[in-house]
């Protein structure tokens, strides 16, 4: 194990390129998330009705009509064809995060990211363990019993208990058992398993991810041959296992991270001191040398008694 890995997460990058550039899209995805939530907050909370409705399905300016693709997939497994308006808006906010990164909803958007990465930064505070892991097919495991459950039910069964209406409601009405919802996911994260929600059971983020299969935006690790192996990009990433083919690859493995698990959070970038990664385009087939890392020397046997 590298020296390097027992500095603080984001040190050398803090050091090198100072506090604000180490927190750049940290930052970006912040004020993201609460512009969004501000959004649908406006007509709430000061009678400013810009957007009516909340991210299940909203009308913008009285003329644009936005629907999540995944309230409107269990609503047509329930059996209800949705009307043109909600149909239009469900296939605008399906082509632009298939081209722009399914799970980009996940990590620029969604109000419960914050929750779960505040759970992430207390369970490493406390010293815990990583607890218990289910494997990372289990979401889309959920994801299919939604959609059975919606068909049999003829419901929109996910919108019973879904956390982001949850968080939505809560501050919208005030405390209530909605809040119980959102206390649960970061107790859930905190107690039981590390960054268990959105990683391993979260179906919203196994539909986005579906979704963003074939999109354009992606991070790429060009710069990999400089990598020092200090560890933080897994430290940061909620989807460790997306960064090892493009950063451990050979010259003729791509450097592009093109699993679509992948959220484009932007915080490996953040955190690594060296630039290895940046953000590309999945077009991107500019060349990177593969790793050249050396094998520990074997510590040499005793001689055999004679």
């Known amino acids: 194990m590298s020296d390097k890995t027992k500095l603080p997460v984001g040190y050398e990058a803090i050091r090198d390129k100072g506090w604000l550039n180490a ?40 003329f644009l009509p936005l629907t999540d693709p995944f309230i409107t997939t269990q609503g047509m497994f329930a059996g209800h064809w949705p009307e043109l308006t909600a149909l239009i808006g469900a296939l605008l906010v399906g082509v632009a995060y298939a081209l ?8 620029w958007v969604c109000p419960i990211n914050p929750v779960t990465d505040g759970a992430h930064w207390l369970h490493d505070k406390l010293g815990m363990t990583k607890g218990w892991q289910p494997k990372k097919e289990t979401r889309y495991y959920v994801l299919g019993m939604v959609l059975i459950v919606s068909m049999l039910t003829g419901t929109i069964a996910w919108e019973f ?38 990683g391993h059971f979260c179906p919203v983020g196994a539909f986005y991810s579906l979704l963003g299969t074939g999109s354009v935006l992606h991070v790429t690790a060009n710069n990999r041959e400089a990598c020092d192996d200090c560890m933080d990009c897994f430290a940061v990433c909620p989807e460790m296992q997306v960064i ?26 953040d955190v690594c001191a060296v630039d290895v990664f940046q953000f590309t385009h999945r077009f991107d087939d500019t060349p990177a040398s593969g790793r050249t890392r050396q094998k520990p020397t074997p510590a040499p046997k005793a001689d055999k008694a004679a």
């Open 161 to 198: 208990v879904n956390p982001i209406s949850m968080l939505h409601r809560g501050l919208i009405f005030g405390v209530g058992l909605s809040w119980a919802f959102v206390l649960a996911v970061f107790l859930f994260d905190v107690a039981v398993s590390r960054r268990g929600w959105c």
């Open 100 to 107: 722009i990164g399914g799970r980009v909803y996940c990590s």
């Open 23 to 62: 927190h750049r899209f940290l930052l970006l995805r912040r004020a993201s998330q609460l512009f969004f939530l501000a959004l649908f907050l406006l007509g709430p909370w000061f009678g400013i009705w810009w957007v009516k409705g909340n991210l299940s399905g909203s009308l913008t300016f009285n």
């Open 244 to 269: 090892t083919p493009a950063l451990r690859g050979s010259d003729n493995d791509p450097p592009l991270i093109l699993s679509p698990d992948c959220t484009n959070c932007g915080r490996c970038i």
